[in-house]
């Protein structure tokens, strides 16, 4: 299993710790400690993802369950009425963001903000949050990473100006989080409520000619 570089302070940190709990004799914080260097490094998986083949395919950003899909007020960045698909990741996800289409970053916002739950409906306003709009040749899209409780760190790996291709990984969020990604109205989607979804591999939407 492939581990993510972000996750090795973590792992090699309990590792340690376990390690000096064993050498003072306490072998329950040892075992304790060792399990905790095992879950993060769960946590941390980092697996290969090829998206599927086709134009105009839209893959899920996000490893999860579909917690939404709703009308949205267009933003900004699209024109006209839009779709918003709520995808929230569970500490047993995989929690790398990757692009839903190829295209170019044309902003990344940072929100500063609270840390309720993130499956709340007013997490998506109230919550820490970093928003990339992504401008493709098929569609424009928004996508927005939003800590939660335990959440308290998004990782973008993109900035404004950069190309990404499908299924390129442009974030990670640490301990369970939520994305929200808008879709324009040419955009029809694929998926429903509770669906559960694998980021660059699960289609999620298709481009209208």
Known sequence: MRVAREGLPFILGAVVLAVLWGLLGLGALA????????????????????????????????????????????????EGPAKRITVFLSLLDVHFVRAPLAGTVARSDYQAGKFLPAYRPEAGRRNESRTLVFKAGPADLVLKMIVG?????????????????????????????????????????????RDKVKAGRTVIGEVRP
């Open 31 to 78: 075992v304790l400690f060792f399990l905790f260097a095992g879950a993060f490094a769960f946590f941390f998986r980092d697996p290969e993802r090829v998206p599927p083949p086709g134009e105009g395919l839209v893959v899920s950003p996000a490893d999860g369950e579909v917690l939404g899909v709703d009308d949205a007020p267009g933003p900004p960045d699209l």
């Open 149 to 193: 409780v335990t959440a308290r760190r998004i990782k973008a790996f993109v900035k404004a100006g950069d190309a990404v291709e499908r299924g390129e990984k442009v974030g990670l969020m640490y301990f369970g989080s939520r994305v929200e990604l808008t879709l324009p109205a040419r955009v029809a989607v694929k998926v429903g409520l």
